[in-house]
């Protein structure tokens, strides 16, 4: 994770610990550091599962620990290092399961800056990761003692990282990414939404550019009747939906099924003031 610099302090009255949902369990293929908007690769197929304490019934094997790069380092890229550590995770396990401390009474706490803890994921032998979420101390601050520990495992690779920036002229259309993926189909019905303003083109799979910025609901759209047309030009954007690390793709097709695809949701019917918007 980037480093960060954070004054932090108690502001709120004596409470019981922060309660913490057990973690979703999901595809290892889900997870990759998260390196923030501003870099220029493609998106993770699968979308990353709900954090939170490690699940009862998940076994992991290796846990995944990122750490970036601070020397040498050139201005239009950001590097970092992936780690695999395996072992006995069993005191890894108990340390992130460890409850919160109930949080001190406002004015008993000191401001500090703290450096914001390396992102982490564990996995196990059947190609499914978790990411765990650590308990924190009585003044809030998150607990490391699991990253510390998982660190005194074998490390048994390392690879890496070199990525590029997206220029300035780019950072501007964010919500959407020049890489082409493929859509993932879902059965559900989309909640609601944050869905992003520009969209990149797409001929099949050849970027041709971006839009400006165009606003849409997806609250009234059908849902998609059966339809095995293909679409050669798509315009696409991303949404976030429960948790800001949760960013994926929301695609639509200009031709063929004419659909509006948010990834891993049912397809919705496009309408026609929808894809005029487009022309």
């Not at 703290?114 to 982490?120: A, G, L, M, R």
């Not at 998982?150 to 959407?176: A, K, N, P, W």
């Not at 944050?194 to 009234?220: A, H, N, P």
């Amino acid at each position: 994770m980037l480093v960060a610099i954070t004054a932090v302090t108690c502001a709120s009255p004596a409470s019981l610990s922060p309660h913490r949902v057990v973690a979703q369990i999901g595809s290892a293929e889900a997870f990759r550091c998260d390196r923030g908007p501003q870099i220029d690769e493609p998106r993770p197929r699968f979308p990353r599962p709900t954090p939170g304490t490690v699940p009862d019934d998940f076994v992991p094997v290796a846990a995944i620990v990122c750490d970036q790069i601070d020397e040498g380092v050139a201005p239009d890229t950001v590097p970092y290092r992936e780690h695999r550590y395996e072992g006995d995770l069993t005191e890894v396990i108990r340390l992130l399961n460890a409850p919160s401390e109930s949080m001190l009474i406002r004015g008993y706490c000191p401001t500090y800056s703290v450096v914001e803890p390396p992102q982490i994921w564990l996995v196990d032998n059947r190609g499914r990761a978790i990411e765990p979420t650590l308990p924190t101390g009585e003044c809030g601050l998150p607990n490391h003692s699991a990253i510390a520990e998982i660190r005194t495992l074998d490390m048994v690779t390392e690879f890496e990282h070199d990525v590029s920036v997206i220029g300035y002229d780019r950072q501007r259309v964010s919500s959407c990414s020049p890489h082409y993926s493929e859509v993932l189909l879902g059965s559900e019905r989309a909640p609601g939404l944050t869905i992003g303003y520009t969209y990149c083109l797409f001929s099949g799979t050849e970027f041709t550019g971006v839009t400006g910025e165009i606003g849409i609901s997806i609250e009234d759209l059908a849902p998609a009747g059966p339809c095995s047309m293909s679409a050669t030009r798509t315009a696409v954007t991303t949404y976030v939906a429960g948790w800001p690390s949760n960013i994926r793709n929301f695609t639509i097709e200009l031709d063929g099924c004419r659909r509006v695809i948010p990834d891993g949701y049912a397809p919705l019917q496009a309408t026609e003031e929808l894809l005029a918007a487009f022309w």
